[in-house]
């Protein structure tokens, strides 16, 4: 079946840095790619999405490129700022009405 | 516009007893989903309903069920709760019938079986 395996986190970096969280996927067919963030205490928030390959996803500074040739969707943003901290979560929709997630990343960005 | 909302935030409930959770979708919403996550499960797809019909249902038990009612408000009900059942349990919304531009999601309910 469909899966999402994202890198291990913890992952805790300084401001300003750059991030890649990677995220990799198995799917039949050519699904809908996302990644959405969890504050603590929040729900899930949708980051940035792309719908089929080469597509970009990008917002507030993250971005994703859909990569059908190496089945990938990491996660990068240039300068990472202390607010930046959350749990990102890699998802994909392939139908059937329901997304699958990754594991999620916890980030810690440190001033 | 008013996102997706989740009553109540916090549910704590004694083992055995049943629970009823709520969600309002987005207004315009017609399809909503819910979630289980949980620190060793993570994220795990519960049931996804569309015009008062589930369309699908993930790998739970039969003390999980929900419905939606004519106005896309959907509850989900957990009967005999168990330990294991503590979670957060997040409701999602869609305008269409499938999710392939994302759900939105409510900030949950974060339900304590003691």
């Known amino acids: 079946g469909d899966s999402v395996t994202q890198m291990e986190g913890p992952v805790t970096l300084s401001e300003e840095a750059f991030l890649t969280i990677n995220c990799t996927y198995t799917?039949?067919?050519?699904?809908?790619l996302f990644w959405y963030v969890q504050y603590p205490g929040e729900g899930l928030q949708l980051l940035l999405k792309?719908?089929?390959?080469?597509d970009k996803g990008s917002n507030k500074g993250f971005e994703a490129t859909y990569r059908k040739e190496t089945t990938s969707f990491h996660l990068e943003k240039g300068s990472v700022q202390v607010s930046d901290s959350a749990v990102y979560f890699c998802?994909?929709?392939?139908?059937?009405?329901?997304?699958?997630f990754g594991q999620g990343t916890r980030l810690t960005i440190n001033p | 516009k008013a996102g997706v909302t989740q009553t109540p935030r916090y549910l704590i409930k004694t083992r055995g007893q049943q629970v009823t959770l709520s969600c309002s979708p987005i207004?315009?919403?017609?399809?909503v989903s819910w979630y289980q996550q949980t620190p060793g499960q993570g994220l795990q797809f519960l049931f996804e309903?569309?015009?008062?019909?589930?369309?699908n249902k993930g790998n739970f038990p039969g003390r999980f069920s929900g419905r939606q009612f004519s106005n896309s408000r959907s509850e989900m009900n957990v009967s005999t709760l168990e330990l294991g059942d503590s979670a957060l349990y997040l409701c999602?919304?869609?305008?269409?019938?499938?999710?392939?531009?994302?759900?939105?999601f409510g900030s949950g309910t974060r339900l304590t079986v003691v």
């Open positions: 999602a919304s869609s305008p269409l019938t499938g999710g392939e531009d994302g759900y939105t």
């Open positions: 799917a039949t067919g050519y699904p809908s």
């Open positions: 792309a719908t089929k390959a080469d």
């Open positions: 998802a994909l929709y392939e139908g059937a009405q329901k997304l699958v």
């Open positions: 207004s315009g919403h017609r399809s």
């Open positions: 309903y569309f015009s008062e019909t589930q369309r």
